[in-house]
Protein backbone atom coordinates (compact mmCIF):
# COMPACT_ATOMS: atom_id res chain seq x y z
CA UNK A 1 0.00 0.00 0.00
CA UNK A 2 2.75 2.33 0.65
CA UNK A 3 4.29 2.07 -2.03
CA UNK A 4 1.66 2.20 -4.61
CA UNK A 5 -1.07 4.31 -3.29
CA UNK A 6 1.49 7.88 -3.46
CA UNK A 7 0.09 8.20 -7.12
CA UNK A 8 -3.52 8.09 -5.91
CA UNK A 9 -3.62 12.07 -7.32
CA UNK A 10 -2.51 11.25 -10.63
CA UNK A 11 -5.88 10.63 -12.53
CA UNK A 12 -7.01 13.02 -15.38
CA UNK A 13 -10.46 15.70 -14.44
CA UNK A 14 -13.37 13.19 -14.46
CA UNK A 15 -17.11 14.29 -14.00
CA UNK A 16 -19.30 13.77 -11.16
CA UNK A 17 -21.15 10.00 -11.59
CA UNK A 18 -22.79 10.04 -7.93
CA UNK A 19 -23.38 11.57 -4.29
CA UNK A 20 -20.43 11.54 -2.51
CA UNK A 21 -20.53 9.51 0.89
CA UNK A 22 -22.33 10.96 4.24
CA UNK A 23 -18.20 11.68 5.52
CA UNK A 24 -16.36 13.22 2.53
CA UNK A 25 -13.41 14.85 4.38
CA UNK A 26 -10.49 15.83 2.75
CA UNK A 27 -7.55 17.75 4.33
CA UNK A 28 -4.49 19.29 3.26
CA UNK A 29 -1.96 19.39 5.82
CA UNK A 30 0.25 22.78 6.91
CA UNK A 31 -2.50 24.78 4.61
CA UNK A 32 -4.55 27.26 5.53
CA UNK A 33 -6.80 28.01 2.21
CA UNK A 34 -9.33 25.23 -0.03
CA UNK A 35 -8.83 24.39 -3.28
CA UNK A 36 -10.65 21.46 -5.83
CA UNK A 37 -8.83 19.37 -7.04
CA UNK A 38 -9.17 17.68 -11.11
CA UNK A 39 -11.24 15.49 -9.56
CA UNK A 40 -14.03 18.11 -8.18
CA UNK A 41 -12.80 16.96 -4.83
CA UNK A 42 -12.39 19.86 -2.09
CA UNK A 43 -9.44 20.02 0.14
CA UNK A 44 -9.42 22.02 3.02
CA UNK A 45 -6.72 23.39 5.30
CA UNK A 46 -6.22 21.79 8.81
CA UNK A 47 -6.24 24.52 11.22
CA UNK A 48 -9.73 23.24 12.56
CA UNK A 49 -8.66 19.90 13.49
CA UNK A 50 -5.03 20.00 15.03
CA UNK A 51 -3.81 22.97 17.14
CA UNK A 52 -0.41 22.25 17.49
CA UNK A 53 2.86 21.72 14.65
CA UNK A 54 4.15 23.92 11.83
CA UNK A 55 3.67 24.51 8.79
CA UNK A 56 6.14 23.82 6.57
CA UNK A 57 6.75 23.89 2.35
CA UNK A 58 8.36 21.31 0.90
CA UNK A 59 11.60 22.21 -1.44
CA UNK A 60 10.89 19.74 -4.26
CA UNK A 61 7.09 19.67 -5.09
CA UNK A 62 5.39 16.67 -5.27
CA UNK A 63 2.47 16.88 -7.68
CA UNK A 64 0.92 14.14 -6.12
CA UNK A 65 0.41 15.24 -2.48
CA UNK A 66 0.77 19.14 -3.09
CA UNK A 67 3.62 21.63 -1.47
CA UNK A 68 2.73 21.98 1.89
CA UNK A 69 2.90 19.40 5.61
CA UNK A 70 2.70 19.87 9.04
CA UNK A 71 5.30 18.93 11.52
CA UNK A 72 5.66 18.66 14.87
CA UNK A 73 9.18 19.21 16.88
CA UNK A 74 7.42 18.72 20.50
CA UNK A 75 4.99 16.45 22.70
CA UNK A 76 5.03 12.72 22.29
CA UNK A 77 2.29 12.33 19.89
CA UNK A 78 -0.07 14.85 17.69
CA UNK A 79 -3.17 14.44 16.65
CA UNK A 80 -5.82 15.62 14.36
CA UNK A 81 -8.97 15.29 15.68
CA UNK A 82 -12.35 15.16 13.23
CA UNK A 83 -15.91 14.74 14.61
CA UNK A 84 -17.68 14.68 11.71
CA UNK A 85 -18.06 11.28 12.17
CA UNK A 86 -20.91 8.71 13.92
CA UNK A 87 -20.19 5.98 16.66
CA UNK A 88 -20.44 2.99 14.71
CA UNK A 89 -19.81 4.21 11.60
CA UNK A 90 -17.47 2.42 8.84
CA UNK A 91 -15.06 4.67 7.79
CA UNK A 92 -11.78 4.52 5.20
CA UNK A 93 -8.85 7.04 6.17
CA UNK A 94 -6.09 7.63 4.10
CA UNK A 95 -2.67 9.74 5.47
CA UNK A 96 -0.42 10.76 3.37
CA UNK A 97 3.59 11.51 3.89
CA UNK A 98 5.81 13.06 1.64
CA UNK A 99 9.27 14.63 2.85
CA UNK A 100 10.63 16.64 0.08
CA UNK A 101 13.19 17.63 2.12
CA UNK A 102 11.65 20.47 3.61
CA UNK A 103 13.54 21.34 6.06
CA UNK A 104 16.23 21.21 3.79
CA UNK A 105 18.74 18.76 5.80
CA UNK A 106 17.88 15.56 3.45
CA UNK A 107 17.18 13.58 6.67
CA UNK A 108 13.90 12.03 5.92
CA UNK A 109 12.42 10.76 9.00
CA UNK A 110 10.29 7.40 10.34
CA UNK A 111 8.05 7.64 12.72
CA UNK A 112 4.69 6.00 14.52
CA UNK A 113 0.84 6.51 12.97
CA UNK A 114 -1.55 5.83 15.52
CA UNK A 115 -5.64 5.79 14.96
CA UNK A 116 -8.19 6.39 17.61
CA UNK A 117 -5.82 4.56 20.42
CA UNK A 118 -4.48 2.10 18.09
CA UNK A 119 -0.92 1.52 15.97
CA UNK A 120 -1.58 1.75 12.36
CA UNK A 121 1.89 1.13 11.32
CA UNK A 122 5.58 2.65 11.33
CA UNK A 123 6.11 5.46 8.42
CA UNK A 124 9.24 5.58 6.97
CA UNK A 125 9.76 8.04 4.50
CA UNK A 126 12.32 8.74 1.50
CA UNK A 127 13.95 12.16 -0.21
CA UNK A 128 11.78 11.83 -3.24
CA UNK A 129 8.72 9.59 -3.30
CA UNK A 130 5.43 9.83 -1.09
CA UNK A 131 3.85 7.19 0.78
CA UNK A 132 0.29 6.83 1.94
CA UNK A 133 -1.61 4.64 4.30
CA UNK A 134 -5.00 3.23 4.23
CA UNK A 135 -7.11 2.28 7.43
CA UNK A 136 -11.10 0.77 7.49
CA UNK A 137 -12.76 0.30 10.45
CA UNK A 138 -16.03 1.08 12.37
CA UNK A 139 -15.53 3.90 15.13
CA UNK A 140 -16.38 3.19 18.42
CA UNK A 141 -16.89 7.31 19.45
CA UNK A 142 -18.38 9.96 17.91
CA UNK A 143 -14.75 11.43 16.96
CA UNK A 144 -11.64 9.78 15.57
CA UNK A 145 -8.48 10.55 15.63
CA UNK A 146 -5.68 10.21 13.45
CA UNK A 147 -1.91 10.49 15.41
CA UNK A 148 1.61 10.79 14.75
CA UNK A 149 4.52 9.83 16.70
CA UNK A 150 8.04 10.46 17.78
CA UNK A 151 9.87 7.55 17.92
CA UNK A 152 13.49 8.44 17.78
CA UNK A 153 15.77 11.39 18.74
CA UNK A 154 15.77 14.29 15.75
CA UNK A 155 13.20 12.52 13.92
CA UNK A 156 10.08 14.89 13.98
CA UNK A 157 7.00 13.33 12.54
CA UNK A 158 5.04 15.12 9.92
CA UNK A 159 1.80 14.77 7.46
CA UNK A 160 1.04 15.89 4.38
CA UNK A 161 -2.62 14.92 3.49
CA UNK A 162 -5.49 13.46 5.63
CA UNK A 163 -8.66 11.70 4.06
CA UNK A 164 -12.21 10.44 5.37
CA UNK A 165 -14.32 8.90 3.70
CA UNK A 166 -17.92 7.10 4.86
CA UNK A 167 -18.34 3.47 3.73
CA UNK A 168 -21.86 1.32 3.79
CA UNK A 169 -22.15 -0.24 6.67
CA UNK A 170 -22.46 -3.93 4.89
CA UNK A 171 -19.10 -3.28 3.13
CA UNK A 172 -16.22 -5.10 4.17
CA UNK A 173 -18.47 -7.15 6.90
CA UNK A 174 -16.40 -10.34 6.83
CA UNK A 175 -14.57 -9.18 10.13
CA UNK A 176 -15.99 -7.70 12.93
CA UNK A 177 -15.94 -4.31 13.99
CA UNK A 178 -12.96 -5.52 16.76
CA UNK A 179 -10.25 -5.07 13.86
CA UNK A 180 -9.53 -3.00 11.31
CA UNK A 181 -8.14 -3.55 7.59
CA UNK A 182 -4.87 -2.00 6.83
CA UNK A 183 -4.68 -1.80 2.64
CA UNK A 184 -1.88 -3.19 0.85
CA UNK A 185 -3.00 -3.12 -2.84
CA UNK A 186 -6.08 -2.33 -5.12
CA UNK A 187 -5.67 -3.46 -8.66
CA UNK A 188 -8.03 -2.70 -11.10
CA UNK A 189 -6.42 -5.59 -13.96
CA UNK A 190 -7.09 -3.73 -17.64
CA UNK A 191 -7.81 -0.54 -17.03
CA UNK A 192 -5.61 1.60 -18.68
CA UNK A 193 -5.83 4.59 -15.66
CA UNK A 194 -6.80 4.84 -12.35
CA UNK A 195 -10.10 4.23 -10.81
CA UNK A 196 -10.79 6.72 -7.93
CA UNK A 197 -14.11 9.13 -7.22
CA UNK A 198 -16.56 10.12 -8.84
CA UNK A 199 -16.41 6.45 -10.63
CA UNK A 200 -15.66 5.23 -7.36
CA UNK A 201 -18.40 7.19 -4.85
CA UNK A 202 -16.23 5.95 -1.88
CA UNK A 203 -13.16 7.36 -3.68
CA UNK A 204 -11.13 3.94 -3.22
CA UNK A 205 -8.36 4.17 -5.47
CA UNK A 206 -7.72 0.81 -8.04
CA UNK A 207 -4.79 0.82 -9.65
CA UNK A 208 -4.43 0.22 -13.26
CA UNK A 209 -2.43 -3.29 -14.05
CA UNK A 210 -2.09 -3.80 -17.71
CA UNK A 211 0.53 -6.00 -17.93
CA UNK A 212 0.98 -8.81 -15.61
CA UNK A 213 3.79 -11.19 -15.10
CA UNK A 214 2.92 -12.63 -18.68
CA UNK A 215 -0.76 -12.65 -18.50
CA UNK A 216 -3.07 -10.74 -20.84
CA UNK A 217 -6.02 -8.12 -20.28
CA UNK A 218 -8.95 -8.30 -21.99
CA UNK A 219 -11.23 -5.81 -22.38
CA UNK A 220 -15.08 -6.03 -22.16
CA UNK A 221 -17.64 -6.07 -24.78
CA UNK A 222 -20.40 -4.79 -22.28
CA UNK A 223 -20.43 -1.38 -21.18
CA UNK A 224 -22.53 -1.10 -18.85
CA UNK A 225 -21.88 -4.25 -15.31
CA UNK A 226 -24.26 -4.82 -12.63
CA UNK A 227 -22.19 -3.86 -9.79
CA UNK A 228 -24.65 -3.70 -7.13
CA UNK A 229 -22.56 -6.29 -4.89
CA UNK A 230 -21.82 -5.98 -1.12
CA UNK A 231 -18.74 -4.33 -1.57
CA UNK A 232 -20.04 -2.04 -4.63
CA UNK A 233 -17.20 -1.75 -6.83
CA UNK A 234 -16.85 0.90 -9.29
CA UNK A 235 -18.47 -0.44 -12.74
CA UNK A 236 -14.60 0.63 -14.47
CA UNK A 237 -12.52 -1.92 -12.85
CA UNK A 238 -14.86 -5.20 -14.22
CA UNK A 239 -14.23 -3.53 -17.49
CA UNK A 240 -11.40 -5.38 -18.37
CA UNK A 241 -9.88 -8.87 -16.94
CA UNK A 242 -6.51 -11.30 -16.65
CA UNK A 243 -6.15 -13.77 -18.59
CA UNK A 244 -3.25 -16.53 -19.07
CA UNK A 245 -1.57 -15.48 -22.33
CA UNK A 246 -0.92 -18.75 -23.03
CA UNK A 247 -4.16 -19.95 -22.06
CA UNK A 248 -2.92 -21.92 -19.08
CA UNK A 249 -5.35 -23.36 -16.46
CA UNK A 250 -4.56 -21.05 -13.73
CA UNK A 251 -3.70 -17.84 -12.87
CA UNK A 252 -0.89 -16.85 -10.08
CA UNK A 253 -1.25 -13.99 -7.66
CA UNK A 254 1.61 -12.34 -6.34
CA UNK A 255 1.94 -10.28 -2.84
CA UNK A 256 5.65 -9.88 -3.15
CA UNK A 257 4.39 -6.26 -0.98
CA UNK A 258 4.21 -8.18 2.15
CA UNK A 259 7.00 -8.30 4.04
CA UNK A 260 6.16 -10.29 6.78
CA UNK A 261 3.46 -12.82 8.09
CA UNK A 262 0.03 -11.03 8.69
CA UNK A 263 -3.27 -12.37 8.71
CA UNK A 264 -5.12 -11.73 5.50
CA UNK A 265 -8.31 -10.59 4.07
CA UNK A 266 -8.41 -10.58 -0.07
CA UNK A 267 -11.42 -9.25 -1.74
CA UNK A 268 -11.26 -10.83 -5.44
CA UNK A 269 -14.05 -9.42 -8.45
CA UNK A 270 -15.48 -11.56 -11.18
CA UNK A 271 -17.29 -10.57 -14.31
CA UNK A 272 -17.21 -12.67 -17.63
CA UNK A 273 -15.73 -10.35 -20.59
CA UNK A 274 -17.56 -11.43 -23.57
CA UNK A 275 -20.96 -13.76 -24.18
CA UNK A 276 -19.94 -17.12 -24.14
CA UNK A 277 -21.00 -19.82 -26.88
CA UNK A 278 -23.20 -22.97 -25.31
CA UNK A 279 -20.24 -25.35 -25.35
CA UNK A 280 -18.10 -22.94 -23.73
CA UNK A 281 -17.91 -22.68 -19.79
CA UNK A 282 -15.36 -20.76 -17.85
CA UNK A 283 -15.46 -22.18 -14.01
CA UNK A 284 -12.40 -21.41 -11.53
CA UNK A 285 -11.66 -21.91 -8.03
CA UNK A 286 -9.63 -20.66 -5.32
CA UNK A 287 -6.61 -21.92 -4.14
CA UNK A 288 -4.16 -21.50 -1.37
CA UNK A 289 -0.93 -22.83 -1.22
CA UNK A 290 -2.34 -25.56 -3.16
CA UNK A 291 -5.26 -26.37 -1.08
CA UNK A 292 -8.82 -25.32 -2.61
CA UNK A 293 -10.75 -22.26 -0.45
CA UNK A 294 -14.56 -22.32 -1.18
CA UNK A 295 -16.58 -23.45 -4.01
CA UNK A 296 -16.10 -23.42 -7.75
CA UNK A 297 -18.19 -20.19 -9.28
CA UNK A 298 -18.50 -18.96 -12.78
CA UNK A 299 -18.39 -15.35 -13.57
CA UNK A 300 -21.85 -13.82 -14.70
CA UNK A 301 -22.10 -11.83 -17.76
CA UNK A 302 -22.94 -7.98 -17.69
CA UNK A 303 -23.00 -8.59 -13.72
CA UNK A 304 -20.11 -8.63 -11.19
CA UNK A 305 -19.35 -11.37 -8.35
CA UNK A 306 -17.24 -11.25 -5.50
CA UNK A 307 -15.28 -14.19 -4.17
CA UNK A 308 -13.46 -12.93 -0.10
CA UNK A 309 -10.41 -14.93 1.34
CA UNK A 310 -10.52 -14.46 5.22
CA UNK A 311 -8.91 -17.30 7.24
CA UNK A 312 -6.54 -17.62 10.00
CA UNK A 313 -3.87 -18.13 7.28
CA UNK A 314 -1.09 -15.59 8.11
CA UNK A 315 0.28 -14.07 4.66
CA UNK A 316 3.95 -13.03 3.34
CA UNK A 317 5.74 -13.21 0.55
CA UNK A 318 5.97 -17.04 -0.21
CA UNK A 319 1.95 -17.49 -0.06
CA UNK A 320 0.53 -19.09 -3.19
CA UNK A 321 -2.37 -17.68 -4.26
CA UNK A 322 -3.84 -19.11 -7.60
CA UNK A 323 -7.49 -19.45 -9.33
CA UNK A 324 -7.54 -22.66 -10.69
CA UNK A 325 -9.48 -23.89 -13.76
CA UNK A 326 -12.03 -26.70 -12.80
CA UNK A 327 -11.59 -29.99 -14.58
CA UNK A 328 -15.24 -29.48 -16.84
CA UNK A 329 -13.88 -25.90 -17.74
CA UNK A 330 -13.36 -24.88 -21.18
CA UNK A 331 -12.03 -21.60 -20.45
CA UNK A 332 -9.35 -20.38 -18.37
CA UNK A 333 -9.52 -18.31 -14.97
CA UNK A 334 -10.07 -14.48 -15.20
CA UNK A 335 -10.11 -11.96 -13.10
CA UNK A 336 -11.26 -8.23 -12.89
CA UNK A 337 -9.78 -6.71 -9.95
CA UNK A 338 -8.40 -7.66 -6.41
CA UNK A 339 -8.13 -5.92 -3.04
CA UNK A 340 -5.34 -7.11 -0.21
CA UNK A 341 -5.56 -6.42 3.29
CA UNK A 342 -3.77 -7.11 6.35
CA UNK A 343 -6.32 -7.51 9.42
CA UNK A 344 -5.26 -5.52 12.28
CA UNK A 345 -5.43 -6.44 16.15
CA UNK A 346 -8.00 -6.42 18.74
CA UNK A 347 -8.78 -2.71 18.30
CA UNK A 348 -8.89 -0.93 21.39
CA UNK A 349 -11.90 0.70 23.10
CA UNK A 350 -10.08 3.59 24.10
CA UNK A 351 -9.68 5.19 26.95
CA UNK A 352 -12.87 5.09 29.83
CA UNK A 353 -15.26 7.44 27.74
CA UNK A 354 -16.62 9.11 31.06
CA UNK A 355 -13.15 10.19 31.79
CA UNK A 356 -12.89 11.29 27.81
CA UNK A 357 -15.42 13.46 29.03
CA UNK A 358 -14.27 14.98 32.23
CA UNK A 359 -10.97 15.66 30.35
CA UNK A 360 -12.71 17.55 27.39
CA UNK A 361 -14.36 19.84 30.47
CA UNK A 362 -11.24 20.73 31.48
CA UNK A 363 -9.69 21.72 28.14
CA UNK A 364 -12.96 23.82 26.98
CA UNK A 365 -12.40 25.41 30.64
CA UNK A 366 -8.21 26.07 30.28
CA UNK A 367 -7.38 26.43 26.00
CA UNK A 368 -3.84 25.96 27.01
CA UNK A 369 -4.87 21.94 27.18
CA UNK A 370 -6.70 22.09 23.92
CA UNK A 371 -3.56 21.37 22.25
CA UNK A 372 -3.76 17.63 23.42
CA UNK A 373 -6.04 15.82 21.45
CA UNK A 374 -6.82 11.91 20.43
CA UNK A 375 -6.86 9.32 23.05
CA UNK A 376 -5.77 10.44 26.53
CA UNK A 377 -3.93 7.20 27.24
CA UNK A 378 -3.68 4.96 24.58
CA UNK A 379 -1.76 3.42 22.71
CA UNK A 380 0.65 2.78 26.02
CA UNK A 381 4.08 4.95 26.14
CA UNK A 382 2.18 7.71 24.18
CA UNK A 383 -0.36 9.00 26.82
CA UNK A 384 -1.05 12.39 27.30
CA UNK A 385 2.31 14.49 28.88
CA UNK A 386 0.04 15.97 31.71
CA UNK A 387 -2.14 12.60 32.54
CA UNK A 388 -1.18 9.27 34.10
CA UNK A 389 -3.31 6.44 33.09
CA UNK A 390 -4.13 3.01 34.54
CA UNK A 391 -3.01 -0.44 32.70
CA UNK A 392 -6.52 -1.69 32.51
CA UNK A 393 -8.04 -2.96 28.80
CA UNK A 394 -10.04 -0.18 29.28
CA UNK A 395 -7.75 2.84 30.65
CA UNK A 396 -8.64 5.05 34.00
CA UNK A 397 -7.09 8.53 34.21
CA UNK A 398 -5.36 8.22 37.69
CA UNK A 399 -3.45 11.17 38.45
CA UNK A 400 -3.21 14.88 36.58
CA UNK A 401 0.12 16.86 36.24
CA UNK A 402 -1.19 20.57 35.40
CA UNK A 403 1.24 22.04 37.62
CA UNK A 404 3.13 25.29 36.06
CA UNK A 405 0.80 25.32 32.63
CA UNK A 406 -0.07 29.58 33.17
CA UNK A 407 -3.59 28.24 33.67
CA UNK A 408 -6.15 30.92 34.32
CA UNK A 409 -9.78 30.63 35.66
CA UNK A 410 -11.85 28.51 37.96
CA UNK A 411 -11.15 24.60 37.76
CA UNK A 412 -14.55 22.97 36.65
CA UNK A 413 -16.73 19.94 37.50
CA UNK A 414 -14.47 17.12 36.63
CA UNK A 415 -15.87 14.38 39.09
CA UNK A 416 -16.49 12.02 36.79
CA UNK A 417 -12.21 11.24 36.84
CA UNK A 418 -13.58 9.04 39.90
CA UNK A 419 -10.34 6.89 39.60
CA UNK A 420 -7.46 9.88 40.54
CA UNK A 421 -4.95 9.13 42.96
CA UNK A 422 -2.80 12.58 41.98
CA UNK A 423 -4.15 16.08 41.08
CA UNK A 424 -1.47 18.33 40.91
CA UNK A 425 -2.32 21.75 39.53
CA UNK A 426 0.37 24.10 41.97
CA UNK A 427 1.91 27.23 39.92
CA UNK A 428 -0.95 28.44 37.71
CA UNK A 429 -3.18 31.27 38.29
CA UNK A 430 -6.33 29.46 38.92
CA UNK A 431 -8.68 31.43 40.95
CA UNK A 432 -12.49 30.87 42.52
CA UNK A 433 -13.32 28.83 45.35
CA UNK A 434 -12.14 25.58 45.59
CA UNK A 435 -14.80 22.69 44.62
CA UNK A 436 -16.46 20.94 47.27
CA UNK A 437 -16.58 17.21 45.05
CA UNK A 438 -12.34 17.36 45.37
CA UNK A 439 -12.70 15.87 48.75
CA UNK A 440 -15.41 13.05 47.38
CA UNK A 441 -13.53 11.55 44.70
CA UNK A 442 -12.88 8.28 46.15
CA UNK A 443 -8.84 7.61 45.52
CA UNK A 444 -8.07 10.90 45.81
CA UNK A 445 -4.21 10.72 48.19
CA UNK A 446 -2.53 13.50 46.75
CA UNK A 447 -4.40 17.21 46.57
CA UNK A 448 -1.44 19.85 45.21
CA UNK A 449 -3.34 23.09 44.95
CA UNK A 450 -0.48 25.38 45.61
CA UNK A 451 0.57 28.36 44.83
CA UNK A 452 -2.75 29.63 42.55
CA UNK A 453 -5.41 32.55 43.73
CA UNK A 454 -8.11 30.09 45.11
CA UNK A 455 -10.47 32.12 47.87
CA UNK A 456 -12.43 31.71 50.45
CA UNK A 457 -12.72 28.36 52.77
CA UNK A 458 -11.47 24.82 52.11
CA UNK A 459 -14.60 22.71 51.72
CA UNK A 460 -15.04 20.17 55.05
CA UNK A 461 -15.36 17.30 52.60
CA UNK A 462 -11.56 18.04 52.25
CA UNK A 463 -10.71 19.50 55.43
CA UNK A 464 -11.80 16.38 57.02
CA UNK A 465 -10.57 13.59 54.80
CA UNK A 466 -8.13 12.44 56.43
CA UNK A 467 -6.75 10.64 53.42
CA UNK A 468 -5.74 13.30 51.43
CA UNK A 469 -2.42 14.55 51.20
CA UNK A 470 -3.21 18.51 51.06
CA UNK A 471 -1.18 21.79 49.88
CA UNK A 472 -3.13 24.89 49.69
CA UNK A 473 0.00 27.11 50.37
CA UNK A 474 0.58 30.19 48.49
CA UNK A 475 -3.23 31.07 48.24
CA UNK A 476 -2.81 34.68 49.57
CA UNK A 477 -7.10 34.90 49.60
CA UNK A 478 -7.68 31.33 50.99
CA UNK A 479 -9.46 31.10 54.14
CA UNK A 480 -8.48 28.43 56.64
CA UNK A 481 -9.99 29.25 60.26
CA UNK A 482 -12.38 27.04 60.73
CA UNK A 483 -15.21 30.11 60.60
CA UNK A 484 -17.23 31.03 57.72
CA UNK A 485 -14.99 33.88 55.86
CA UNK A 486 -15.36 36.59 52.81
CA UNK A 487 -12.58 38.80 51.09
CA UNK A 488 -14.09 42.18 51.13
CA UNK A 489 -13.11 44.91 48.63
CA UNK A 490 -10.58 46.17 50.78
CA UNK A 491 -8.93 43.10 51.12
CA UNK A 492 -9.57 42.14 54.75
CA UNK A 493 -11.10 39.22 56.08
CA UNK A 494 -14.37 39.02 57.38
CA UNK A 495 -15.41 36.47 59.93
CA UNK A 496 -19.02 35.12 60.49
CA UNK A 497 -19.37 38.04 63.12
CA UNK A 498 -18.55 40.52 60.53
CA UNK A 499 -15.78 41.97 62.47
CA UNK A 500 -13.02 43.01 59.96
CA UNK A 501 -9.03 42.05 60.81
CA UNK A 502 -6.62 44.66 60.62
CA UNK A 503 -5.07 45.21 57.38
CA UNK A 504 -1.38 46.76 58.02
CA UNK A 505 0.08 46.58 61.36
CA UNK A 506 0.41 49.90 63.27
CA UNK A 507 3.25 51.97 62.07
CA UNK A 508 5.56 52.65 64.75
CA UNK A 509 6.72 56.53 65.38
CA UNK A 510 10.16 57.01 66.48
CA UNK A 511 8.92 58.98 69.75
CA UNK A 512 7.39 56.39 71.40
CA UNK A 513 9.50 55.38 74.27
CA UNK A 514 11.82 52.31 73.80
CA UNK A 515 9.43 49.56 75.72
CA UNK A 516 6.59 50.91 74.14
CA UNK A 517 8.31 49.85 70.93
CA UNK A 518 9.34 46.58 71.70
CA UNK A 519 5.75 45.86 73.19
CA UNK A 520 4.17 47.04 69.96
CA UNK A 521 7.17 44.84 67.50
CA UNK A 522 5.80 41.55 69.66
CA UNK A 523 1.74 42.84 69.37
CA UNK A 524 2.69 42.73 65.65
CA UNK A 525 4.27 39.91 65.30
CA UNK A 526 1.10 38.06 67.11
CA UNK A 527 -1.08 40.05 64.80
CA UNK A 528 1.18 38.89 61.83
CA UNK A 529 1.12 35.37 62.71
CA UNK A 530 -2.89 34.97 63.55
CA UNK A 531 -3.09 36.82 60.00
CA UNK A 532 -0.71 34.16 58.21
CA UNK A 533 -3.84 31.29 59.72
CA UNK A 534 -6.73 33.60 58.67
CA UNK A 535 -5.67 33.98 54.81
CA UNK A 536 -4.42 30.31 54.19
CA UNK A 537 -0.38 30.90 53.71
CA UNK A 538 1.54 27.33 53.93
CA UNK A 539 -1.51 25.15 54.73
CA UNK A 540 -0.19 21.94 54.50
CA UNK A 541 -2.31 18.61 55.45
CA UNK A 542 -0.84 15.31 55.42
CA UNK A 543 -2.90 11.94 55.61
CA UNK A 544 -4.26 11.55 58.81
CA UNK A 545 -3.47 14.54 60.31
CA UNK A 546 -5.61 18.10 60.92
CA UNK A 547 -4.85 21.56 58.86
CA UNK A 548 -1.25 23.25 59.49
CA UNK A 549 -0.61 26.58 59.09
CA UNK A 550 3.63 26.83 58.96
CA UNK A 551 4.35 30.30 59.40
CA UNK A 552 7.53 31.29 56.70
Not at 152 to 158: K, T, V
Not at 272 to 288: A, F, G, P, T, Y
Request: hydrophobic residues 40%; neutral net charge; charged residues 20%.
Amino acid sequence: MANLLPLLLLLVPLIALSESASVFLSINCGASDSFNDSHSIEWVGDERYISTGESRVVQNIDYVLGRTLRVFSTGKKNCYSINEVDKGSKILVLAGFYYGNYDKRSSPPSFDLHFDGNYWDTVTTSMNSSVVYEAIYVTKGDTMSVCVAQTSPDQLPFISILAVRSLDLDMYNNVTPDYALFNIFRLAFGATKFVRYPYDKYDRVWIPVSEFNGYNTVPSVVSSIDTNITNKPPSPVLQAALVSANQSDLILLSIANVQKKVPIYINAYFSEVVRLDSNDKRSMQISINNNTYGEPFIPPYKRALERTILTNLTSDSNTLIALVQTPDSTLPPIINALEFFSVSGVLTNGTNGNDVKALSSLQQQFEKLEEWRGDPCLPTKFNWEWVACSSDPIPRITELHLNGLQLNGSLPDFRALDALQTIDIHNNSINGEIPDFLGTLPKLKLLNLADNNFSGPIPSSISKNNQIKLDVSGNLNLCVSGKKCETSNAGTIESSSGKKKSKLPVILGTTIPSFLVICAIVGFLVVAYQRRKATGFDVIRKPGGPLVAISG
